[in-house]
Protein backbone atom coordinates (compact mmCIF):
# COMPACT_ATOMS: atom_id res chain seq x y z
CA UNK A 1 0.00 0.00 0.00
CA UNK A 2 1.72 3.44 -1.06
CA UNK A 3 0.31 6.82 1.05
CA UNK A 4 0.77 10.08 -0.93
CA UNK A 5 0.24 13.31 0.91
CA UNK A 6 2.02 16.37 2.43
CA UNK A 7 3.54 16.22 5.86
CA UNK A 8 2.15 18.59 8.46
CA UNK A 9 4.72 18.91 11.59
CA UNK A 10 4.23 18.50 15.50
CA UNK A 11 6.81 18.82 18.01
CA UNK A 12 7.51 16.16 20.83
CA UNK A 13 5.05 14.89 23.47
CA UNK A 14 1.99 15.13 21.38
CA UNK A 15 -0.52 14.08 24.22
CA UNK A 16 -3.95 12.67 23.22
CA UNK A 17 -5.40 15.76 25.19
CA UNK A 18 -3.76 17.86 22.08
CA UNK A 19 -5.04 14.79 19.66
CA UNK A 20 -8.80 15.25 21.06
CA UNK A 21 -9.58 17.52 24.04
CA UNK A 22 -12.33 15.56 26.36
CA UNK A 23 -14.87 17.47 26.12
CA UNK A 24 -15.27 16.27 22.42
CA UNK A 25 -15.31 12.39 23.80
CA UNK A 26 -18.94 12.70 24.19
CA UNK A 27 -18.84 11.44 20.37
CA UNK A 28 -17.32 8.46 19.04
CA UNK A 29 -18.17 9.70 15.03
CA UNK A 30 -14.17 9.68 13.29
CA UNK A 31 -15.54 12.68 10.83
CA UNK A 32 -16.84 14.93 13.99
CA UNK A 33 -13.63 14.15 16.04
CA UNK A 34 -11.26 14.75 13.16
CA UNK A 35 -13.00 18.59 12.91
CA UNK A 36 -11.13 19.39 16.29
CA UNK A 37 -7.91 17.45 15.52
CA UNK A 38 -4.90 19.21 17.55
CA UNK A 39 -7.54 22.46 18.15
CA UNK A 40 -5.56 23.11 21.59
CA UNK A 41 -2.47 23.30 20.04
CA UNK A 42 -3.16 24.03 16.43
CA UNK A 43 -6.85 25.48 16.17
CA UNK A 44 -6.76 25.52 12.11
CA UNK A 45 -4.90 21.99 11.74
CA UNK A 46 -8.27 20.12 10.73
CA UNK A 47 -8.56 22.75 7.87
CA UNK A 48 -5.20 22.53 6.42
CA UNK A 49 -5.41 18.62 6.03
CA UNK A 50 -6.07 17.09 2.59
CA UNK A 51 -7.19 13.66 2.22
CA UNK A 52 -4.12 11.38 2.59
CA UNK A 53 -1.83 13.62 4.06
CA UNK A 54 1.01 12.48 6.70
CA UNK A 55 1.28 13.87 10.47
CA UNK A 56 4.66 13.85 11.26
CA UNK A 57 5.62 14.33 14.91
CA UNK A 58 8.71 14.28 17.22
CA UNK A 59 9.62 11.35 19.96
CA UNK A 60 6.55 9.98 22.15
CA UNK A 61 3.45 10.51 20.17
CA UNK A 62 0.06 10.09 21.50
CA UNK A 63 1.23 9.90 25.07
CA UNK A 64 -1.35 10.23 27.59
CA UNK A 65 -5.16 8.55 27.82
CA UNK A 66 -5.93 5.77 26.46
CA UNK A 67 -8.98 7.17 24.36
CA UNK A 68 -9.21 5.49 21.19
CA UNK A 69 -11.16 8.59 20.04
CA UNK A 70 -7.30 10.04 19.22
CA UNK A 71 -6.29 7.76 16.39
CA UNK A 72 -10.40 7.99 15.54
CA UNK A 73 -9.93 12.06 14.96
CA UNK A 74 -6.62 11.29 12.89
CA UNK A 75 -8.32 9.39 10.14
CA UNK A 76 -10.84 11.23 10.72
CA UNK A 77 -9.83 14.44 9.79
CA UNK A 78 -8.15 12.90 6.39
CA UNK A 79 -4.74 11.64 8.07
CA UNK A 80 -3.28 8.71 6.31
CA UNK A 81 -0.40 8.16 8.01
CA UNK A 82 1.81 8.90 10.95
CA UNK A 83 5.63 9.51 11.23
CA UNK A 84 7.37 9.97 14.64
CA UNK A 85 10.83 8.86 16.64
CA UNK A 86 8.79 7.10 19.45
CA UNK A 87 4.75 6.41 19.53
CA UNK A 88 3.43 5.97 23.26
CA UNK A 89 2.29 2.91 24.30
CA UNK A 90 -1.05 2.51 24.27
CA UNK A 91 -1.53 5.02 21.12
CA UNK A 92 0.70 2.46 19.60
CA UNK A 93 -1.64 -0.75 19.67
CA UNK A 94 -4.62 1.68 19.46
CA UNK A 95 -3.72 2.92 16.10
CA UNK A 96 -2.59 -0.70 14.88
CA UNK A 97 -6.64 -1.57 16.09
CA UNK A 98 -7.98 0.63 14.35
CA UNK A 99 -5.74 0.16 11.32
CA UNK A 100 -4.06 3.55 11.34
CA UNK A 101 -0.79 2.86 9.82
CA UNK A 102 2.31 4.54 11.48
CA UNK A 103 6.30 4.43 11.24
CA UNK A 104 8.96 4.78 13.74
CA UNK A 105 11.53 6.96 11.90
CA UNK A 106 14.49 9.13 13.85
CA UNK A 107 14.68 10.72 10.02
CA UNK A 108 11.14 12.01 10.91
CA UNK A 109 13.56 15.08 12.19
CA UNK A 110 14.73 15.61 8.29
CA UNK A 111 10.91 16.24 6.92
CA UNK A 112 9.62 19.84 6.74
CA UNK A 113 6.27 21.13 7.24
CA UNK A 114 4.24 20.39 3.66
CA UNK A 115 7.15 18.43 2.28
CA UNK A 116 5.51 16.15 -0.31
CA UNK A 117 5.83 12.35 1.23
CA UNK A 118 5.50 9.01 -0.09
CA UNK A 119 5.01 5.79 2.14
CA UNK A 120 5.28 2.37 1.09
CA UNK A 121 3.68 0.53 4.21
CA UNK A 122 5.08 -3.27 2.50
CA UNK A 123 8.57 -2.00 2.51
CA UNK A 124 8.87 0.80 5.29
CA UNK A 125 10.32 3.18 2.75
CA UNK A 126 9.62 6.96 2.77
CA UNK A 127 10.26 8.86 0.33
CA UNK A 128 10.85 12.94 0.64
CA UNK A 129 9.79 13.75 -2.72
CA UNK A 130 10.27 17.84 -2.01
CA UNK A 131 14.09 17.01 -0.64
CA UNK A 132 14.46 13.92 -2.99
CA UNK A 133 15.79 11.67 0.15
CA UNK A 134 14.58 8.41 1.57
CA UNK A 135 14.28 7.15 4.51
CA UNK A 136 14.43 3.25 5.67
CA UNK A 137 12.22 2.84 9.04
CA UNK A 138 11.84 -0.93 10.83
CA UNK A 139 8.69 -2.45 10.38
CA UNK A 140 6.98 -4.19 12.45
CA UNK A 141 6.41 -7.92 13.19
CA UNK A 142 4.21 -9.56 10.59
CA UNK A 143 1.52 -10.49 12.98
CA UNK A 144 0.54 -6.45 13.93
CA UNK A 145 0.97 -5.92 10.41
CA UNK A 146 -1.78 -8.22 9.56
CA UNK A 147 -3.82 -6.05 11.79
CA UNK A 148 -3.22 -3.16 9.86
CA UNK A 149 -3.58 -4.99 6.54
CA UNK A 150 -7.07 -6.14 7.98
CA UNK A 151 -8.22 -2.57 8.30
CA UNK A 152 -8.25 -3.03 12.34
CA UNK A 153 -7.98 -6.00 15.36
CA UNK A 154 -11.95 -7.03 14.98
CA UNK A 155 -11.85 -7.24 11.00
CA UNK A 156 -8.58 -9.61 11.72
CA UNK A 157 -10.92 -11.40 14.55
CA UNK A 158 -13.96 -11.51 12.91
CA UNK A 159 -12.22 -13.29 9.33
CA UNK A 160 -10.04 -15.84 11.48
CA UNK A 161 -13.11 -16.73 13.14
CA UNK A 162 -14.84 -17.05 9.58
CA UNK A 163 -12.17 -18.77 8.09
CA UNK A 164 -11.82 -21.47 11.04
CA UNK A 165 -15.64 -21.94 10.69
CA UNK A 166 -15.06 -22.31 6.98
CA UNK A 167 -12.20 -24.88 7.38
CA UNK B 1 -7.44 -12.19 31.79
CA UNK B 2 -8.96 -11.64 35.30
CA UNK B 3 -10.62 -8.48 34.43
CA UNK B 4 -12.12 -6.48 31.57
CA UNK B 5 -12.91 -2.90 32.18
CA UNK B 6 -14.21 0.37 30.75
CA UNK B 7 -15.92 3.44 31.55
CA UNK B 8 -18.01 5.96 30.11
CA UNK B 9 -15.96 6.81 27.56
CA UNK B 10 -13.95 4.23 26.34
CA UNK B 11 -17.01 1.55 26.87
CA UNK B 12 -19.79 2.88 24.33
CA UNK B 13 -17.24 2.68 21.75
CA UNK B 14 -16.46 -0.78 22.76
CA UNK B 15 -19.84 -1.81 23.02
CA UNK B 16 -20.78 -0.22 19.69
CA UNK B 17 -17.25 -2.09 18.11
CA UNK B 18 -18.46 -5.17 19.69
CA UNK B 19 -22.17 -5.41 18.38
CA UNK B 20 -21.23 -3.93 14.94
CA UNK B 21 -18.84 -6.82 14.03
CA UNK B 22 -21.94 -9.23 14.49
CA UNK B 23 -21.32 -10.68 17.90
CA UNK B 24 -23.97 -11.40 20.39
CA UNK B 25 -22.79 -12.57 24.11
CA UNK B 26 -19.68 -11.21 26.38
CA UNK B 27 -16.97 -14.19 27.11
CA UNK B 28 -18.28 -13.99 30.58
CA UNK B 29 -20.22 -12.08 32.71
CA UNK B 30 -18.18 -12.08 36.00
CA UNK B 31 -14.64 -11.01 34.40
CA UNK B 32 -15.98 -7.46 33.04
CA UNK B 33 -16.09 -4.12 35.02
CA UNK B 34 -18.18 -1.50 34.10
CA UNK B 35 -17.59 2.22 35.72
CA UNK B 36 -19.27 5.22 34.11
CA UNK B 37 -17.46 7.51 36.02
CA UNK B 38 -15.70 10.27 33.61
CA UNK B 39 -18.41 12.11 33.21
CA UNK B 40 -20.98 10.82 35.83
CA UNK B 41 -23.07 11.84 37.20
CA UNK B 42 -23.91 12.39 33.61
CA UNK B 43 -22.76 16.08 33.21
CA UNK B 44 -25.25 16.61 29.43
CA UNK B 45 -27.72 15.07 26.93
CA UNK B 46 -24.12 13.32 25.31
CA UNK B 47 -23.09 11.94 28.43
CA UNK B 48 -26.05 10.96 29.69
CA UNK B 49 -26.38 8.76 26.37
CA UNK B 50 -22.68 7.19 27.03
CA UNK B 51 -23.74 6.06 30.86
CA UNK B 52 -27.12 4.58 29.58
CA UNK B 53 -24.86 2.81 26.94
CA UNK B 54 -23.59 1.18 29.31
CA UNK B 55 -26.33 0.23 31.71
CA UNK B 56 -28.11 -0.98 28.84
CA UNK B 57 -25.42 -3.07 28.01
CA UNK B 58 -24.55 -3.95 31.16
CA UNK B 59 -28.19 -5.20 31.66
CA UNK B 60 -28.25 -7.24 28.63
CA UNK B 61 -25.65 -9.25 29.22
CA UNK B 62 -26.26 -9.74 32.78
CA UNK B 63 -22.72 -7.98 33.86
CA UNK B 64 -22.31 -8.64 37.24
CA UNK B 65 -19.53 -5.46 37.77
CA UNK B 66 -21.50 -2.60 36.86
CA UNK B 67 -21.55 0.45 39.28
CA UNK B 68 -24.50 2.75 38.81
CA UNK B 69 -24.23 6.32 40.96
CA UNK B 70 -24.70 5.46 44.14
CA UNK B 71 -22.31 2.43 44.13
CA UNK B 72 -20.21 3.95 41.39
CA UNK B 73 -16.27 5.54 42.06
CA UNK B 74 -13.37 6.59 39.97
CA UNK B 75 -12.57 3.50 38.67
CA UNK B 76 -8.98 3.00 40.28
CA UNK B 77 -10.73 3.31 43.54
CA UNK B 78 -13.24 1.45 43.35
CA UNK B 79 -11.57 -2.20 41.77
CA UNK B 80 -9.22 -2.64 44.52
CA UNK B 81 -11.82 -1.65 47.09
CA UNK B 82 -14.13 -4.30 45.82
CA UNK B 83 -11.56 -7.17 45.71
CA UNK B 84 -11.86 -6.74 42.17
CA UNK B 85 -8.24 -6.61 41.56
CA UNK B 86 -5.41 -8.57 43.72
CA UNK B 87 -1.83 -9.97 43.45
CA UNK B 88 -0.60 -11.74 40.33
CA UNK B 89 -4.35 -10.85 38.53
CA UNK B 90 -4.06 -9.82 34.76
CA UNK B 91 -5.99 -6.75 34.09
CA UNK B 92 -6.51 -4.75 31.27
CA UNK B 93 -8.61 -1.70 31.09
CA UNK B 94 -9.77 0.68 28.77
CA UNK B 95 -8.49 3.75 30.48
CA UNK B 96 -4.67 4.77 30.83
CA UNK B 97 -4.68 4.73 34.85
CA UNK B 98 -5.27 1.01 34.46
CA UNK B 99 -1.50 0.55 36.17
CA UNK B 100 -2.62 1.76 39.51
CA UNK B 101 -3.27 -1.85 40.33
CA UNK B 102 0.53 -2.79 39.94
CA UNK B 103 0.80 -1.40 43.45
CA UNK B 104 -1.07 -4.52 44.50
CA UNK B 105 1.04 -6.83 42.44
CA UNK B 106 -0.73 -7.00 39.63
CA UNK B 107 0.49 -7.09 36.21
CA UNK B 108 -2.47 -4.08 34.87
CA UNK B 109 -2.59 -2.42 31.56
CA UNK B 110 -4.30 0.60 29.78
CA UNK B 111 -5.60 -0.76 26.27
CA UNK B 112 -8.34 1.45 24.09
CA UNK B 113 -11.59 0.64 23.27
CA UNK B 114 -11.02 -2.16 20.49
CA UNK B 115 -8.74 -4.17 22.59
CA UNK B 116 -11.91 -4.06 25.41
CA UNK B 117 -14.11 -4.96 22.13
CA UNK B 118 -11.99 -8.33 21.60
CA UNK B 119 -11.70 -8.78 25.59
CA UNK B 120 -15.71 -8.77 25.43
CA UNK B 121 -15.40 -11.22 22.67
CA UNK B 122 -12.40 -13.74 24.07
CA UNK B 123 -11.36 -12.76 27.32
CA UNK B 124 -8.22 -12.18 24.90
CA UNK B 125 -5.65 -9.34 23.92
CA UNK B 126 -2.43 -8.93 22.48
CA UNK B 127 0.76 -7.97 24.31
CA UNK B 128 4.03 -6.97 23.39
CA UNK B 129 6.57 -7.85 26.24
CA UNK B 130 7.55 -4.73 28.29
CA UNK B 131 11.25 -4.43 29.49
CA UNK B 132 11.85 -3.42 33.09
CA UNK B 133 13.20 -0.61 34.82
CA UNK B 134 13.75 -0.79 38.88
CA UNK B 135 13.74 1.89 40.99
CA UNK B 136 15.03 2.11 44.71
CA UNK B 137 14.19 4.18 46.88
CA UNK B 138 16.60 4.81 50.01
CA UNK B 139 16.62 7.12 53.14
CA UNK B 140 13.70 8.19 55.28
CA UNK B 141 10.95 10.33 54.15
CA UNK B 142 10.31 13.89 55.66
CA UNK B 143 7.45 15.22 57.00
CA UNK B 144 4.65 15.89 54.47
CA UNK B 145 6.40 13.82 51.76
CA UNK B 146 4.64 11.06 50.41
CA UNK B 147 4.00 8.86 47.07
CA UNK B 148 2.74 11.43 45.25
CA UNK B 149 6.01 13.45 45.67
CA UNK B 150 8.04 10.30 44.92
CA UNK B 151 6.15 9.70 41.66
CA UNK B 152 6.22 13.24 40.54
CA UNK B 153 10.22 13.58 41.82
CA UNK B 154 10.40 9.89 39.63
CA UNK B 155 8.86 11.57 36.68
CA UNK B 156 10.57 14.49 36.98
CA UNK B 157 14.57 12.59 36.57
CA UNK B 158 13.25 10.18 33.94
CA UNK B 159 10.71 12.22 31.66
CA UNK B 160 7.70 11.36 30.39
CA UNK B 161 8.62 9.20 28.08
CA UNK B 162 11.78 7.73 30.66
CA UNK B 163 10.15 4.30 31.05
CA UNK B 164 8.49 4.21 27.02
CA UNK B 165 7.05 0.53 26.46
CA UNK B 166 8.71 -0.80 29.91
CA UNK B 167 7.12 -1.96 33.48
CA UNK B 168 8.47 0.14 36.26
CA UNK B 169 9.23 -1.99 39.17
CA UNK B 170 9.33 0.60 42.65
CA UNK B 171 10.81 -1.19 45.75
CA UNK B 172 13.66 -0.14 48.22
CA UNK B 173 13.07 0.19 51.74
CA UNK B 174 10.86 3.80 51.67
CA UNK B 175 8.76 1.54 49.63
CA UNK B 176 8.11 -0.84 51.79
CA UNK B 177 7.29 1.47 54.51
CA UNK B 178 4.45 3.12 52.58
CA UNK B 179 1.43 2.77 52.68
CA UNK B 180 -1.18 1.22 50.66
CA UNK B 181 -2.62 4.47 49.13
CA UNK B 182 0.91 6.02 48.85
CA UNK B 183 1.78 2.85 46.24
CA UNK B 184 -1.67 3.18 44.71
CA UNK B 185 -0.57 7.05 43.76
CA UNK B 186 3.15 5.97 42.61
CA UNK B 187 1.82 3.12 40.32
CA UNK B 188 -1.30 5.52 39.15
CA UNK B 189 1.44 7.91 37.25
CA UNK B 190 3.40 5.31 35.79
CA UNK B 191 1.76 5.91 32.76
CA UNK B 192 2.98 9.16 32.88
CA UNK B 193 6.62 8.17 32.32
CA UNK B 194 5.35 6.16 28.91
CA UNK B 195 4.94 2.94 31.15
CA UNK B 196 2.89 -0.14 30.51
CA UNK B 197 2.75 -1.32 34.20
CA UNK B 198 4.14 0.24 37.57
CA UNK B 199 4.84 -2.67 39.75
CA UNK B 200 5.39 -3.24 43.46
CA UNK B 201 6.32 -6.43 45.19
CA UNK B 202 3.00 -8.17 47.23
CA UNK B 203 4.69 -7.42 50.84
CA UNK B 204 2.86 -7.85 54.18
CA UNK B 205 1.29 -3.95 53.52
CA UNK B 206 -0.11 -5.67 50.13
CA UNK B 207 -1.53 -9.05 52.07
CA UNK B 208 -3.40 -6.76 54.98
CA UNK B 209 -5.12 -4.56 52.61
CA UNK B 210 -6.29 -7.98 50.46
CA UNK B 211 -7.68 -9.32 53.83
CA UNK B 212 -9.13 -6.10 54.89
CA UNK B 213 -11.29 -6.24 51.20
CA UNK B 214 -11.80 -9.86 51.90
CA UNK B 215 -13.25 -9.05 55.30
CA UNK B 216 -15.22 -5.98 53.89
CA UNK B 217 -16.81 -8.20 50.86
CA UNK B 218 -17.44 -10.95 53.33
CA UNK B 219 -14.77 -13.13 52.08
CA UNK B 220 -16.32 -13.96 48.84
CA UNK B 221 -14.46 -13.39 45.29
CA UNK B 222 -16.82 -10.90 44.35
CA UNK B 223 -15.29 -11.90 40.51
CA UNK B 224 -16.50 -15.36 40.67
CA UNK B 225 -19.62 -13.91 42.69
CA UNK B 226 -19.81 -16.14 45.88
CA UNK B 227 -16.76 -18.71 45.58
CA UNK B 228 -14.58 -18.06 48.82
CA UNK B 229 -11.63 -15.74 48.23
CA UNK B 230 -8.35 -17.64 47.38
CA UNK B 231 -5.84 -15.16 46.66
CA UNK B 232 -4.19 -14.18 49.60
CA UNK B 233 -2.55 -17.98 48.77
CA UNK B 234 -1.79 -16.57 45.29
CA UNK B 235 0.56 -13.74 46.27
CA UNK B 236 2.78 -15.59 48.28
CA UNK B 237 4.95 -16.39 45.08
CA UNK B 238 5.09 -12.85 43.76
CA UNK B 239 8.77 -11.82 44.01
CA UNK B 240 10.80 -10.50 41.13
CA UNK B 241 13.76 -13.41 40.96
CA UNK B 242 16.97 -12.65 42.09
CA UNK B 243 18.84 -12.74 38.67
CA UNK B 244 15.69 -10.88 36.88
CA UNK B 245 17.22 -8.28 34.19
CA UNK B 246 16.78 -4.62 34.39
CA UNK B 247 17.14 -2.87 31.63
CA UNK B 248 18.11 0.21 33.95
CA UNK B 249 18.09 0.54 37.40
CA UNK B 250 17.81 3.83 39.07
CA UNK B 251 19.12 4.15 43.10
CA UNK B 252 17.92 7.40 45.11
CA UNK B 253 18.48 8.26 48.63
CA UNK B 254 14.90 10.54 49.25
CA UNK B 255 15.97 11.33 52.66
CA UNK B 256 16.06 15.55 51.62
CA UNK B 257 13.13 15.35 49.33
CA UNK B 258 10.66 18.20 49.60
CA UNK B 259 7.02 17.89 48.25
CA UNK B 260 7.09 18.57 44.86
CA UNK B 261 4.82 19.98 42.36
CA UNK B 262 4.58 19.33 38.34
CA UNK B 263 4.28 22.77 36.33
CA UNK B 264 2.04 23.11 33.15
CA UNK B 265 2.39 21.72 30.99
CA UNK B 266 3.46 18.11 31.42
CA UNK B 267 3.89 15.58 34.60
CA UNK B 268 7.49 15.90 34.06
CA UNK B 269 8.57 19.52 34.69
CA UNK B 270 8.87 19.38 38.39
CA UNK B 271 9.71 21.80 41.07
CA UNK B 272 10.31 21.72 44.66
CA UNK B 273 7.73 23.25 46.30
CA UNK B 274 9.85 26.11 47.85
CA UNK B 275 10.73 27.13 44.51
CA UNK B 276 7.31 27.69 43.20
CA UNK B 277 6.11 30.27 46.52
CA UNK B 278 4.94 32.98 44.08
CA UNK B 279 2.21 31.23 41.81
CA UNK B 280 -1.08 32.48 42.92
CA UNK B 281 -4.09 30.16 42.55
CA UNK B 282 -7.73 30.31 41.25
CA UNK B 283 -8.70 27.07 42.17
CA UNK B 284 -7.33 24.10 44.13
CA UNK B 285 -8.82 20.56 43.70
CA UNK B 286 -8.56 17.37 45.72
CA UNK B 287 -9.61 14.27 44.62
CA UNK B 288 -8.89 11.81 41.25
CA UNK B 289 -7.78 8.36 40.80
CA UNK B 290 -4.43 9.40 41.67
CA UNK B 291 -5.21 10.86 45.09
CA UNK B 292 -9.16 10.72 46.61
CA UNK B 293 -8.66 7.87 48.53
CA UNK B 294 -9.05 8.01 52.48
CA UNK B 295 -5.48 8.86 53.61
CA UNK B 296 -5.72 11.92 51.19
CA UNK B 297 -8.82 13.15 52.47
CA UNK B 298 -7.63 12.52 56.00
CA UNK B 299 -4.04 14.80 55.43
CA UNK B 300 -6.08 17.39 53.61
CA UNK B 301 -8.21 17.97 56.20
CA UNK B 302 -5.81 17.80 59.16
CA UNK B 303 -4.20 20.96 57.17
CA UNK B 304 -7.34 22.34 56.85
CA UNK B 305 -8.90 21.57 60.19
CA UNK B 306 -10.14 25.09 61.89
CA UNK B 307 -8.56 26.97 59.05
CA UNK B 308 -10.73 29.13 55.91
CA UNK B 309 -9.26 28.86 52.42
CA UNK B 310 -8.20 31.99 50.91
CA UNK B 311 -11.32 34.61 49.87
CA UNK B 312 -11.50 34.12 45.96
CA UNK B 313 -9.96 30.70 45.48
CA UNK B 314 -12.63 27.42 44.85
CA UNK B 315 -11.77 24.19 46.63
CA UNK B 316 -13.09 21.20 45.33
CA UNK B 317 -12.74 18.22 47.10
CA UNK B 318 -14.08 14.77 45.66
CA UNK B 319 -13.60 11.46 47.34
CA UNK B 320 -13.40 8.62 45.16
CA UNK B 321 -15.80 6.22 45.51
CA UNK B 322 -18.97 5.82 47.18
CA UNK B 323 -17.24 4.13 50.26
CA UNK B 324 -14.49 6.98 51.09
CA UNK B 325 -17.35 9.20 50.79
CA UNK B 326 -19.14 7.31 53.76
CA UNK B 327 -15.95 7.03 55.86
CA UNK B 328 -15.27 10.75 55.53
CA UNK B 329 -18.57 11.64 56.83
CA UNK B 330 -18.33 9.20 59.47
CA UNK B 331 -14.56 10.80 60.49
CA UNK B 332 -16.07 14.51 60.19
CA UNK B 333 -13.65 15.46 57.41
CA UNK B 334 -16.02 16.49 54.88
CA UNK B 335 -17.67 18.99 57.81
CA UNK B 336 -14.03 20.19 57.93
CA UNK B 337 -13.56 20.96 54.20
CA UNK B 338 -17.14 22.65 54.27
CA UNK B 339 -16.30 24.86 57.25
CA UNK B 340 -13.31 25.84 55.50
CA UNK B 341 -15.02 27.51 52.55
CA UNK B 342 -14.18 23.88 50.33
CA UNK B 343 -17.22 22.15 48.57
CA UNK B 344 -17.92 18.20 48.49
CA UNK B 345 -18.67 16.26 45.11
CA UNK B 346 -19.73 13.17 44.89
CA UNK B 347 -17.26 10.56 42.86
CA UNK B 348 -16.21 11.73 39.66
CA UNK B 349 -13.17 11.95 37.35
CA UNK B 350 -14.81 15.53 37.06
CA UNK B 351 -12.33 17.87 36.61
CA UNK B 352 -9.58 16.27 36.37
CA UNK B 353 -10.35 15.46 32.36
CA UNK B 354 -12.08 19.01 31.98
CA UNK B 355 -15.33 17.25 32.32
CA UNK B 356 -17.24 19.22 34.88
CA UNK B 357 -17.26 20.10 38.46
CA UNK B 358 -14.15 22.64 38.28
CA UNK B 359 -13.66 23.83 34.80
CA UNK B 360 -10.80 26.59 34.21
CA UNK B 361 -11.95 30.00 32.74
CA UNK B 362 -8.92 31.89 30.94
CA UNK B 363 -5.75 32.78 32.69
CA UNK B 364 -6.68 30.80 35.79
CA UNK B 365 -4.45 28.47 37.40
CA UNK B 366 -4.97 25.79 39.81
CA UNK B 367 -3.19 23.06 41.53
CA UNK B 368 -4.62 19.63 41.55
CA UNK B 369 -4.06 16.27 43.05
CA UNK B 370 -4.77 14.99 39.83
CA UNK B 371 -2.51 13.09 37.14
CA UNK B 372 -2.53 15.31 33.81
CA UNK B 373 -1.29 19.26 33.62
CA UNK B 374 -1.76 18.98 29.76
CA UNK B 375 -2.41 22.20 27.76
CA UNK B 376 -6.26 22.92 28.01
CA UNK B 377 -6.28 19.65 30.50
CA UNK B 378 -8.82 21.23 33.00
CA UNK B 379 -10.76 23.17 30.93
CA UNK B 380 -9.28 26.57 28.93
CA UNK B 381 -6.18 26.24 27.05
CA UNK B 382 -5.13 29.57 28.40
CA UNK B 383 -5.18 28.06 31.84
CA UNK B 384 -2.38 26.35 33.94
CA UNK B 385 -2.98 23.11 36.21
CA UNK B 386 0.14 22.30 38.67
CA UNK B 387 0.01 19.15 40.41
CA UNK B 388 0.78 18.01 43.93
CA UNK B 389 0.15 15.96 46.69
CA UNK B 390 -2.98 16.57 48.81
CA UNK B 391 -1.08 18.09 51.76
CA UNK B 392 0.45 20.51 49.73
CA UNK B 393 -2.99 21.10 47.85
CA UNK B 394 -4.57 21.77 51.23
CA UNK B 395 -1.83 23.94 52.13
CA UNK B 396 -2.25 25.79 49.01
CA UNK B 397 -5.69 26.50 49.26
CA UNK B 398 -5.67 28.28 52.61
CA UNK B 399 -2.61 30.56 51.46
CA UNK B 400 -3.92 31.21 48.51
CA UNK B 401 -0.88 30.59 46.48
CA UNK B 402 1.44 27.32 46.18
CA UNK B 403 2.77 26.74 49.74
CA UNK B 404 4.88 24.35 51.53
CA UNK B 405 2.43 22.21 53.93
CA UNK B 406 4.27 24.10 57.67
CA UNK B 407 3.39 27.22 56.09
CA UNK B 408 -0.59 26.38 56.49
Redesign the interface.
Known sequence: MIIRGKAHKLGDDINTDDIIAAKYLVSTDPVELGKHCMESIKPDFAKQVSEGDIIVAGKNFGCGSSREHAPLAIKGCGIRAVIAPSFAAIFFRNAINIGLPFLESEDAARINDQDQLEIDLASGVIRNITKDEMYKTQIFPEFLRELVRHGGLLNYIKEKERGQSHA | MDLALGND??A??AI??FK???FARVFDNKKIALVPD??APAK?L??AN?CKALADFAAEQKIKNYFEVGCMGIEHALLPEKGLVGPGDLVI????H?CTYGALGSYAT??????L??AF??GKC?F?VPENIKFVYKGKLKKWVGGKDLILFTIGQIG??GA??CAMEFGGPVISNLAMDDRFSMSNMA?EA???AGLIEPDEITLEYVREVARTQGHKDTRTQGRKDTREKKYAGLKSDADAFYKKIYEWDVSALEPQVACPH?PSNVKPVDSLKNVTLDQVVIGSCTNGRISDLRIAARILKGKKVKAGLRLIVIPATQHIYRQAIREGLLEIFVKAGGVVSTPTCGPC???HIGILADGESCLATTN?N????MGS?KSFVYLSSPAVAAASAIKGKIAHPDEA
Open positions: ITPLSEKAGHFDKSQGADSTGVGSTDARIDWKVDLYIGARLLGGRFIGRV
